[in-house]
């Protein structure tokens, strides 16, 4: 029974013990923990270096309206990232020396493009300005930091600018104006072409000998075809005093030109043909379209001699400036005068075979203050479509007669005197105004005035 069992096993024999040795087929157990924890390590890693938000520092000359954790960074109305925390930075480099506050962002991941060289950051505040509102959802949201990408290696330290750059975003032709002086332009003033907001002033520096003022204009892509190396600017903006022998003329474009300031251009007849503007191009900015020389030439025929004088009478249309005066002198038969007038480029297609133009003495009329008595005579005129464009026609030295084909009712009114009453006073029922005087005559005893519903 004993055979067949290795020594020392079921007997009574003893002897030294065998160590039996069995190879390790895996990683030990005390091992597992540590790597999968070193796993986890390297995937948070991973993923903060992939997902995680970007850290960059933005220096500010203020901290008014941040907010630690609530101030967020935008662009093109998304949210990029928020401010964590800020600290003040005593003769800070970036700011030539002066205090600032150095605000901390974190910045999504998707954001990483913009965070290189030459991108601007500024804070935006509500703005309210005759032009329009600005940042008005701050009101609600509260003040944000914008972006204004730019181009470059990649950064994660910047200095905001102090407001917003001058810069339009989008595209667009860019020229240059050089006037003696700036005026009431200022950035953002309206750019217009027949009246119609085309763009807008960017920006505006001294020239290198400082003795002009350099304006770059932004003229809308859509409008681009509309600037000619030939086309004419004029600063129609603010108010415009001027005097002399034949009165004191004020005028203005709108109300929002004069706050903010405003451009014209148009191109004349002859300068159609010439190319289109490019970027870069520079024009002559001048005081007036009538210095321009952009007006649609036009001659006056009176009759007779009239008070007026180049550069200071104006025409009117319904109590709008829509020419000038640049030229008078006596007809060639000596039997009245023939009046040259620069018209606005708006009235090109207004100037037919049916608009009448006629000479309006100065009046006081409580209805619209001094302003008529300090202008001096003026030239009225009725702009009306018709079937042939005119750039001769025959002038009143009076106000017209009833015009019949004003559509209403025409009635005649008889007075020993006209009183205050004039040509363009209202008419009114109930307070409302129904109608106006259209033209007064004398009759024999009695004075007529014509009036219209």
Do not use: C
């Not at 001027?242 to 109300?255: D, Q, Y």
Request: glycine share 12%.
């Amino acid at each position: 029974m004993a055979e067949g069992l290795p020594q020392g096993e079921g007997s009574g024999e003893s002897g030294p013990q065998q160590g039996l040795v069995r190879t390790s087929r895996g990683l030990p157990l005390v091992w597992i923990l540590p790597l999968i924890a070193a796993l986890i390590a390297v995937w948070l890693l991973y993923r903060d270096f992939t997902q995680g938000d970007i850290k960059a520092t933005i220096l500010f000359r203020s901290g008014d309206g941040l907010v630690k954790g609530k101030t967020v960074v935008k662009y093109s109305g998304v949210d990029i990232g928020v401010v964590r925390d800020f600290r003040l930075v005593p003769q800070a480099e970036g700011l030539n020396g002066e205090d600032g506050v150095l605000a901390e962002v974190d910045f999504n991941r998707s954001a990483e493009h913009l965070l290189v060289e030459g991108t601007d950051f500024w804070v935006v505040k509500p703005e309210f300005t005759i032009t329009g509102v600005r940042g008005l959802e701050t009101l609600v949201s509260g003040n944000y930091i914008a972006v204004e990408p730019g181009s470059g290696e990649r950064k994660r330290k910047f200095t905001a600018l102090d407001r917003p750059p001058a810069f339009v975003r989008g595209d667009g032709l860019r020229v240059v104006l050089k006037a003696p002086r700036l005026g009431s332009l200022n950035r953002g003033s309206p750019v217009y072409y027949r009246q119609l907001r085309v763009g807008q002033v960017e920006d505006f520096s001294l020239s290198e000998d400082a003795g002009r003022v350099e304006i770059n204009l932004f003229i809308r892509r859509e409008y681009a075809h509309l600037v000619h190396r030939g086309s004419r600017f004029w600063n129609s903006s603010g108010l415009s005093v001027e005097g002399g022998i034949g009165g004191i003329t004020v005028n203005m474009e709108s109300l929002a030109a004069l706050v903010a300031g405003g451009v014209s251009f148009h191109t004349p007849e002859a300068q159609r043909q010439s190319p289109l503007a490019v970027n870069g191009t520079e024009y002559k900015l001048f005081k007036s379209f009538a210095a321009a020389d952009a007006g649609i030439p036009v001659t006056l025929n009176f009759d007779r001699g009239i008070n007026v004088t180049a550069g200071t009478t104006r025409v009117y249309y319904q109590g709008i400036q829509v020419g000038e005066v640049s030229g008078a002198k006596a007809s060639r038969q000596m039997d009245g005068m023939e009046v040259r007038v620069l018209m606005d480029p708006i009235t090109d297609d207004l100037l037919s075979e049916n608009t009448r133009f006629w000479l309006a003495p100065p009046t006081l009329d409580f209805t619209s203050g001094l302003d008529d008595l300090l202008k001096g005579n003026r030239i009225e005129v009725d702009l009306r479509r018709g079937q042939r464009s005119q750039r001769t026609f025959d002038a009143r030295a009076s106000a017209p007669p009833m015009d019949p084909r004003v559509p209403g009712l025409h009635l005649r009114l008889t007075a020993r005197n006209p009183g205050s009453l004039q040509r363009g006073a209202s008419v009114y029922y109930r307070r409302i105004e129904v109608g106006t005087v259209q033209g007064m005559e004398l009759r024999e005893g009695v004075t007529a005035s014509r009036s219209m519903w």
